[in-house]
Each structure stands twice: as structure tokens, then as C-alpha cells.
């Protein structure tokens, strides 16, 4: 069976997501081993048990020729991003070429001067340093193999269009966008590619997570619109990765289609 183009290029990569354990970083590694069974994929998160059922279900699915290794890794411990990749890593596992930054929260809609320190310290460790922190520590893996490789960074519509409610979190992707822009420029000489997707809508568990666990007002956020799904993010995700080494899709916004900013939603009536 001949392989598409995309899948040729994807076959034998090692790909290395975080926050696998649930949504967009879930479903992107599904997308990658559908695409490109013969792939390896590291998947981390902090519930190692759901990686471990996610790692059993895609090797089942491809007949054991996607290779999964499941790691639990906190991203907003800077300690452990950098001994997972200085020293933790096994050997056969250490030629990263895409790195999937995807792990990343948002916690309540207070206003500013009302927002709990814990939320605060949560948002800006997890979806701010801990990109930073493993991009620092994978960017050595990639220029230690020629200067190659791929970075895919999830931002969010909410690093472009900040809201009321949502300082902390809208700060915290602005700041991924800001981040992945210096970074594309400073790596202009090298075949590493920056990357970055920012979506609208998507259903997941990032509404449950933003209200405590209160799954009554994560579903009302869903009402009456027909959000995107992890996968629709996923084939995004696996597309950019899967293009020729000179294109670089840097900059993608994706909405469903009843949305068209951070605040701009067209709901239906019930
Ligand atoms: N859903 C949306 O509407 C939307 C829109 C725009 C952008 N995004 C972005 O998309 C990304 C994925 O979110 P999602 O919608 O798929 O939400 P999700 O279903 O809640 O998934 C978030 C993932 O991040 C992981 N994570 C959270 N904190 C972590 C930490 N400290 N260390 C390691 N992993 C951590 C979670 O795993 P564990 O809990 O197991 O650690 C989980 O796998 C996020 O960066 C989010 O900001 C989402």
C-alpha cells in the first residue's frame, strides 16, 4: 500500500505531546497514529493511568506498530521538565523531531482584584513557564541533531482577543503567541519549525476544569453552539506537521462556524 505524502513524511518521527491525557492533546495522538502508524509518541500529562489506557488503545488500534511511551510529567514543575529530558528520557526516545506543546488550563472567571493566587500561580506555571521550560530543554534535543525539528504551540483566539473574565488566561496565551514569534525569528538559520494554533471553541474538558468540576456549568457554556471537536484541532495539528521541511504554517485560527471572536458567538435559541 503506497503512503500519502503526509504520511511518508510523519513515518518514523518521534512525537513528543503534553497534556495527552484528555482533549486536543489526546485526540492529536490518535490523529498521528491514524496518519502515520510506524510513529512513536511520547504522551504526557500528570494522570499517568488515563495515559497509560490512552497508550494501550492506539497501540491495540495499530497493531502494535505505533510505539507509545506514557510519562507522567507536571509541565509547571520546572524540576521535573528538566530532569524528564536531561536525564529520565531512554535513550531510544530522545530523537524528538515534533514537539507538541498542548498542556495547558484555565481556572474561574473572576475579575481582577477577585482572582485566587492559586489560579493565578496555576495558569502562568502550567500554560506560560512550562512551555518555555520544555521548549528550552527539547530545543537542546533539536539542535544537538542538526538543528531540526518542530514546535507546535496551542495558543488560544483568547492570546488575540483578551475578555473580561479571563485576564489571567488570556495574558497567559498572549504570551505563548508573543513567545513563539521571538522564537521563529531567532530560529530564521535552522530547519526547526515554530508553529502555532490557536483555537475558538472546542469541547473538552477545559470548561469543566475553568468551573471547579461543575459539569452543569461546563455544559451551559455549550448551549446552543456547535463547538469544534479535539479532533478537528488534532487534524489541524497533524497537518502542519506533516508538511514539506520548507513550509511552515506558522500562524492558524480556528473557529466553528457560529463564532467569530473570543466573545463573538452566534447562539441558537432553545
Ligand atoms: N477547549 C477550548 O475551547 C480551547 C480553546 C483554545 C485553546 N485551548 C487550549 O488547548 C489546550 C488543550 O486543552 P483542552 O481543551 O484539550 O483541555 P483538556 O481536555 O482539559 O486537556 C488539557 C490537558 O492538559 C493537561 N495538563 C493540565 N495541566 C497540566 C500540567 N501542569 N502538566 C501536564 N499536563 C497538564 C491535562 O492533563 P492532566 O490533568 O492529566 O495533567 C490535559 O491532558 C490548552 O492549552 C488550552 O488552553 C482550548
Not at 485526540?27 to 493511568?49: G, N, Q, V, Y
Not at 537542546?140 to 489571567?168: T, V
Not at 473538552?204 to 452543569?216: A, I
Not at 457554556?221 to 471537536?229: I, K, R
Amino acid at each position: 500500500m503506497s503512503l500519502s505524502a503526509m504520511s511518508a513524511r510523519l513515518s518514523g518521527k518521534t512525537v513528543l505531546i503534553t497534556g495527552a491525557s484528555s482533549g486536543i492533546g489526546r485526540a492529536t495522538a490518535f490523529e498521528f497514529s491514524r496518519t502515520a502508524p510506524d510513529i512513536k509518541l511520547i504522551l504526557t500529562a500528570r494522570r499517568i493511568d488515563t495515559l497509560r489506557e490512552i497508550a494501550a488503545q492506539i497501540e491495540g488500534e495499530s497493531q502494535g506498530r505505533t510505539k507509545v511511551l506514557p510519562v507522567m510529567l507536571d509541565v509547571a514543575d520546572q524540576k521535573q521538565v528538566a530532569e524528564f529530558v536531561g536525564s529520565s528520557l531512554p535513550e531510544e526516545w530522545r530523537a524528538v523531531d515534533v514537539l507538541v506543546n498542548n498542556a495547558g488550563l484555565v481556572k474561574g472567571v473572576d475579575k481582577v482584584g477577585e482572582i485566587k493566587d492559586e489560579d493565578i500561580n496555576i495558569m502562568i506555571t502550567t500554560n506560560v513557564l512550562g512551555l518555555i521550560n520544555l521548549t528550552q530543554q527539547i530545543l537542546r534535543l533539536f539542535h544537538a541533531r542538526g538543528s531540526k525539528g518542530d514546535i507546535i504551540n496551542i495558543g488560544s483566539i483568547a492570546g488575540r482577543e483578551p475578555y473580561a473574565g479571563g485576564a489571567i488566561y488570556c495574558a497567559s496565551k498572549a504570551a505563548v503567541r508573543s513567545f513563539s514569534d521571538s522564537l521563529r525569528k531567532e530560529l530564521i538559520a535552522t530547519r526547526i519549525r515554530v508553529m502555532e494554533i490557536d483555537p475558538g471553541q472546542v469541547e473538552t474538558e477545559f470548561s469543566v476544569v475553568r468551573f471547579y468540576g461543575d459539569k452543569k456549568k461546563a455544559d451551559a457554556v455549550y448551549q446552543g453552539v456547535d463547538p469544534l471537536t479535539p479532533e478537528d484541532i488534532a487534524e489541524v495539528v497533524v497537518f502542519v506537521a506533516g508538511r514539506r521541511e520548507n513550509v511552515v504554517v506558522a500562524d492558524t485560527l480556528i473557529f466553528p462556524s457560529h463564532q467569530a471572536g473570543a466573545g463573538v458567538m452566534h447562539r441558537k435559541s432553545t
